[in-house]
């Protein structure tokens, strides 16, 4: 079906040579090298309907870009089956090719030495798009990304953001149903970020498109995603919406208050649990299944210590990732 | 749509060049401090002996300087462009190159294409200059230059082949130094590009009928200077030919495992 | 004393580091062998096939290689990293250099071991002794003594000239193309009587590009071939001299473009 995404079963392992210490050991690896199988992505599942973006979550190492791969037809799995757009990737590159647009964080697909709209030329003759085509849609990508600033400039030439953006126009310019971001926002400025965000829920609500995307940046995540999938230690851990997240791994509620001088006994009442403290701050959580609602929160905290200001924050999604990270090692250990 | 694409891909290494002017001004220096260079050393060399090795001083001169100006068909500095296969592959970028409804084969046929036809069109200013200014000498008659440009074009495929193998090798070792600085030292050595093969002694020269190298350059030079007669230029085009297949052959068995030693290492 | 230690050490993990890769290291170790065969081919063939090149003895010609042979090689080993520093710079790698409390020229130069140097020298050292033997040369200590300090010049000469090429890529990266260009011409260029080619040219690769020094003056002056190189006798036999002055300049030239160095493309 275009635009979808179906993930069945999906492994990949890799063999490494393992080096031995010392100057006998590296000698010892050059005639008779030791090898070992290390286990990226173990037996993931997941689907993506047409125009949804999912966020591909998991902290480094987890199997994130090794899926990413898979789905875009460069690696073959060792097991397991995926289909992009109803073509099996890494069975059909080309077909899959033109299917699908492509970043990879800050990896350049652009021409060095060239003008990023030479690049763009290059890439329309490859793709077949007609001229006129190609001209409307970077008019359209121009309108956000702001392009036609710099596109007259030699890649080399480029900063950073100017030259993620222009991988992201070059990416879609042959309106691709299904696109593939890792990490495209990593090292950009908050202004060059959101200009980028703008652009995708662009593509994503106005032009229908599929978008996987991998980050480690959180607000971008609650900004774009309503869905994301949790993988860690090449398994996955949870696949569902942003609240189902938060409500597996992460407090609900949490409590900022400052304390007035002089207190040394911090242990929190029944049911709460400290989660951070800078001198006088602290910061209260839910704890475990019996956790009060907020209010009653709100009133044990007032209760037990004495605080001379409290807030109640709806939980960061940073620290409920790190919850979940958290949660997912020792599964995967135990396998 | 096809001719498109072949022009786009085909034009990059021009294009780049022409952006970027002192480069070219490097090349244009280079290339006449070398012809001056080396046309000074072999009448240098001549200048107390009649012909050896079969070769006048003038056929030496001629061979040595149109050496140079062939040798700059693909010496260009291939890293400015970031678009060599050992940069794709140390930068990770080479995953594009599978990304796209091209392959890599002929987008990386393509870019030689077009970077040897501008260095053609370099060579051939090259020619006409000296060849106005006496440096060399024309070919003997139009059998000879036809003869030649035959073998030159067939020298010119089997120098992309090699190039080519080259490029593939970075596939499996990231680092090829070694075995990248072997093969243009062949290359310079057993083409003819360092000294007219004909001086080298007999079992060299039977050593390197056995390699491609020679086929190169050696072989279209010799002809075009008459040290290769007209007679025997069959079999040497004949030679040349079987090289191209034989290489072309191999390089595309080689494409095709560096294919699965992306899609299974994942670039 | 650190900073030897420092050095030992940095170059045994390099070593270590260049048997990691056993492909790579047993081709360096094979790059011996070829350049070994070629450049001994090379050096008999222009020798038997022009005798009397230049007004030379060919056993005395067979000097000029061997020297700047031997010298390249030891240029290789001890200085040989700053060839091709324009990548070094391009990918940022000077700028983590910088941040480090040792000397950046140190630095560059422990960047990796040089394999193919143990292949340079082994090719040399072989062409070195088939030039002594064949020599008709009274080799007395003080003639020895000569030819070493003319080695070390001539090391130094090299260095100092790839040093200049370093110095232009730390403004323009582009300039590893004349690097390529330099090793070249001194490959090239270096092994032959200069006084073959005509004046203008020779003057050029005397006073433009001084490869005379590395190796042909030197020989010259071993050979009794010292008064008609076209150039004073006591400037050919000052060459160890002019290598170090070169090497000494360079080094002020590196420092210099150290301090004005602003990065690459931000």
């Known amino acids: 079906m275009i635009g979808s995404i179906e993930v069945r079963s999906l492994s990949r392992s890799f063999t490494t040579t393992v080096r031995r210490p010392g100057f006998a050991g590296a000698l010892r690896s ?284 709806e939980a960061d999604l940073e620290d409920v990732m790190r919850a979940a990270y958290a949660h997912a090692e020792p599964a995967a250990e135990g396998v | 749509m096809a001719v498109l694409h072949a022009w786009r891909a085909a034009r990059v290494t021009p294009l780049g060049e022409l952006h970027a002017p002192p480069r070219m001004t490097a090349v244009l220096v280079r290339l006449t401090v070398q ?4 046309a000074s050393l072999w009448s240098g060399l001549y200048a107390n002996t009649g012909v050896t090795a079969g070769m006048s001083r003038e056929q030496a001169i001629t061979y040595a300087v149109l050496a140079v100006l062939a040798s700059r068909l693909r010496e260009l500095d291939q890293y400015a462009g970031r678009d060599t296969v050992i940069q794709h592959m140390h930068f990770g970028t080479i995953v594009y190159w599978y990304l796209r409804p091209l392959s890599p084969a002929r987008y990386h046929a393509l870019r030689a294409l077009g970077e040897q036809v501008y260095g053609a069109a370099w060579a051939l200013a090259g020619y006409a200059v000296c060849l106005a200014a006496g440096v060399i000498e024309p070919p003997e008659s139009a059998a000879v230059a036809g003869v030649f440009v035959v073998s030159l074009l067939l020298g010119q495929l089997v120098l992309y082949h090699v190039m080519l193998l080259l490029d593939q090798m970075c596939f499996w070792t990231v680092r090829n130094t070694a075995a990248m600085l072997i093969l243009i030292f062949a290359q310079n050595l057993m083409s003819g590009v360092y000294a007219p093969l004909w001086f080298f002694p007999g079992w060299f020269r039977t050593l390197s009928t056995f390699l491609p190298f020679q086929a190169t350059l050696n072989v279209p030079l010799s002809l075009y200077v008459g040290r290769i007669r007209l007679s025997d230029a069959g079999g040497q085009l004949a030679l040349q030919a079987g090289w191209v297949v034989l290489l072309h052959l191999f390089t595309r068995f080689l494409w095709r495992r560096a294919a699965r030693r992306v899609i299974s290492q994942g670039g | 004393m650190n900073a030897v230690r420092i050095a030992w050490r940095i170059t045994r993990l390099n070593f270590r580091s260049q048997l990691e890769y056993r492909t790579e290291f047993l081709l360096m170790v094979a790059i011996g062998a070829i350049w070994q065969v070629s450049v001994i081919v090379f050096a008999t063939v222009l020798l038997t096939r022009f005798t009397g090149m230049g007004g030379w003895d060919s056993s005395d010609v067979l000097l000029i290689p061997a020297t700047r042979m031997l010298a390249h090689g030891l240029f290789v080993l001890v200085l040989g990293r700053v060839h091709g520093l324009g990548r070094f710079i391009q990918e940022g790698r000077i700028d983590i250099c910088l941040l480090r409390p040792i000397p950046v020229h140190r630095q560059v130069q422990l960047q990796y071991f040089p394999t193919n140097a143990i292949g340079d020298l082994t090719v040399a050292a072989g062409l070195m002794a088939g030039a002594l033997s064949r020599s008709h040369l009274d080799w007395t200590a003080g003639r020895i003594t000569y030819l070493v300090i003319c080695l070390i010049g001539g090391m130094l000469l090299e260095a100092a000239l790839f040093t200049a090429v370093a110095c232009a890529s730390l403004r ?95």
Not at chain 1, 39 to 66: Q, R, Y
Not at chain 3, 196 to 202: D, H, N, R, S, T
């Open chain 1, 30 to 313: 050059l005639v008779n090298p030791e090898r070992a199988v290390k286990h990226a992505v173990s037996d993931i599942s997941f689907d993506v309907v047409p125009g949804e973006l999912l966020a591909l979550l998991g902290p480094n190492g987890a199997g994130k870009s090794t899926t990413i791969k898979m789905l875009t037809g460069i690696l073959t799995p060792t097991s397991g089956e995926a289909r992009v757009a109803g073509v099996v990737p890494y069975e059909e590159r080309e077909r899959n090719a033109r299917n699908i647009g492509a970043v990879f964080g800050q990896r350049t697909q652009l021409w060095w030495d060239l003008p990023v709209r030479e690049s763009f030329a290059i890439l329309r003759d490859i793709y077949d798009v007609p001229g006129a085509e190609h001209a409307a849609r970077l008019r359209e990508f121009d309108g956000i990304l702001e392009l036609s600033a710099f596109w007259d400039t030699r890649v080399r030439h480029l900063s950073l953001g100017q030259r993620v953006r222009c991988d992201l126009a070059a990416a879609l310019l042959h309106d691709p149903p299904v696109v593939f971001l890792d990490e495209p926002t990593i090292g950009m400025d908050v202004v060059v970020k959101e200009q980028v965000r703008e652009f995708l829920r662009h593509q994503v609500e106005q032009r229908g498109r599929t978008v996987l995307l991998t980050t480690h940046d959180m607000t971008e995540v609650e900004r774009l995603a309503e869905r994301v999938v949790l993988i860690n230690h090449g398994r996955l851990v949870l696949d569902g919406s942003l609240d189902e997240i938060r409500r597996k791994f992460g407090s609900t509620w949490q409590v900022r208050a400052t304390l007035a001088d002089g207190h040394t006994d911090l242990a929190p009442p029944p049911g709460i649990v400290l989660l951070r403290q800078d001198g006088p701050q602290v910061v209260f959580g839910p704890d475990g299944p019996e956790a009060p609602t907020v209010h009653q929160a709100l009133k044990a905290v007032i209760e037990r210590y004495e605080v001379t200001g409290i807030a109640i924050d």
């Open chain 3, 172 to 266: 323009f990266p582009a300039a590893d193309y004349w690097g390529r260009w330099l090793e070249e011409l001194l490959g090239t260029f270096g092994s032959y009587p200069l006084n073959v080619l005509p004046k203008a040219v020779g003057g050029f690769l005397t006073f433009g590009l001084p490869l005379a020094f590395v190796a042909y003056f030197p020989a010259a002056v071993l050979t009794g071939h010292g008064h008609d190189t076209g150039v004073p006798f006591w400037l050919a036999a000052a060459s160890p001299l002019l290598g170090v002055l070169a090497y000494l300049g360079a080094r002020l030239l590196w420092r210099w473009s150290l301090n004005h160095y602003t990065g690459v493309n931000g």
């Open chain 2, 35 to 38: 012809v001056v260079l080396v």
